[in-house]
């Protein structure tokens, strides 16, 4: 089936991207000695603005997909097919590459038999994908009916999902960290509405995180049209504003709170397992920055020599770059760093820290992007390698 190119989509996808390695560029400077560590007010400033700004990355990819590949254009076989070969193959080889180059390799093969690698933390994106995708043939008979109204309903009821994390620190106050395999801090839930001890699965449990992205992508492919610049930003911003104080406000606060006013704020990993709470992927402050991302992409339609030619390439080769970009992010990091200092010692001063940020970002973005296209044309071998 031969679909018109969606430019836009490619120009979100290299936005995502990008905004992905400055996310994980801003943990160099709130992750630190074996735990969690703010050097300066200057910093716990910096990586509010800059996370905040980017959190919405995971999210716009799984809008990309949606807007794409739901419904299902071709049998379910024919899905899983291409998945196995654009996802799957890839994603099995990288969590390989990772268990070897970073931490203890026996114990992160283990770790494999059973969740992600923990060496790897970003890879836990597409565990969560492949979830979504597994869901796509099942909504798929329904997304084709589905009228604006309906689909209005429940995006909705998705929408009033993101306000639990924020119900449950009302109802409970400040979660208990507890902390998993290889010690990775999760945050204890309150119980909301069915959820107990013996039951997980509360009355809002089918309808929350995720799929929401996923009905997204399917309301602006089907009933949003065509907005003027003006229509876009006078939705697009108010709703980026409110999105981005509810994230930057929570997380600073819990920063702040920590630190009693005083820099280098210091503690285990569950200090920013808490501060992080108004950043995560089902909250309120994300879906509307995403939502506001997704209209101000729309826009981008440029697709003359320059996209064909560099931009393009690029965009298909995304989802290797995701894969991969760490080995590239971790070696770049500390060289920049190294060179413009940290903390009070930083040779720009206040702005020392947003310099080494997107530094470091574009940076890895550029020398990530230019591997990952050249090994794509390598023939036969390079779709299974970067998808």
């Not at 060289?335 to 080494?356: D, M, Y």
Request: hydrophobic share 50%.
């Amino acid at each position: 089936m031969n679909m018109k190119r969606e430019v836009w989509i490619d120009w979100l996808r290299i936005v995502a991207c990008l905004f992905v390695m400055m996310t994980h560029c801003c943990e160099c400077f709130y992750f630190g000695d074996g735990g969690t560590l703010i050097l300066t007010r200057a910093d716990a400033f910096w990586v509010t603005l800059l996370n905040t700004f980017t959190r919405a990355c995971v999210p716009l990819f799984v809008v990309a997909s949606s807007y794409l590949q739901f419904p299902l254009h071709y049998s379910t076989g024919a899905f899983f097919r291409k998945r196995l070969v654009r996802v799957l193959i890839p994603f099995v080889l990288w969590s390989l590459v990772y268990a070897l180059a970073w931490g203890n390799p026996v114990q992160n093969f283990k770790d494999l038999l059973l969740n992600f690698n923990y060496s790897a933390g970003h890879l836990w994106f597409v565990y969560m994908l492949l979830g979504v995708y597994l869901l796509m043939p099942l909504l798929s008979p329904w997304a084709e009916k589905a009228g604006r109204r309906e689909l209005q309903f429940f995006i909705g009821i998705w929408l009033f999902t993101t306000l639990i994390p924020y119900i449950r620190y009302w109802a409970g106050g400040p979660a208990q960290v507890i902390y998993g395999p290889s010690g990775i801090p999760n945050l204890a839930r309150y119980p909301l509405w069915g959820v107990a001890s013996w039951n997980a699965y509360g009355t809002f449990y089918y309808l929350s995180g995720f799929i929401g992205y996923l009905f997204l992508g399917l309301y602006f492919r089907k009933f949003v049209g065509e907005l003027s610049w003006k229509k876009t930003l006078a939705i697009a911003l108010p709703l980026f504003a409110a999105g981005f104080a509810i994230g930057a406000q929570g997380f600073y606060r819990r920063v702040w709170a920590d630190a009693g006013g005083t820099f280098p704020v210091s503690g285990p990993l569950g200090y920013a397992a808490n501060w992080e709470t108004t950043w995560f992927n089902d909250t309120l402050g994300l879906a509307l920055m995403t939502i506001a991302w997704i209209l101000v992409l729309r826009k981008f339609n440029y697709a003359g020599p320059a996209y064909r030619k560099v931009f393009l390439p690029v965009s298909q080769a995304s989802y290797g770059m995701y894969l991969s970009h760490m080995l590239v992010l971790g070696s770049v990091a500390p060289l920049i760093c190294g060179w413009l200092k940290r903390g009070t010692e930083g040779v720009l001063g206040f702005w020392t820290t947003p310099v080494e940020v997107l530094l470091t970002a574009l940076v890895s973005f550029t020398v990530t992007a230019a591997a990952c296209v050249l090994i794509q044309r390598i023939p036969r071998v390079g779709k299974y390698i970067v998808g």
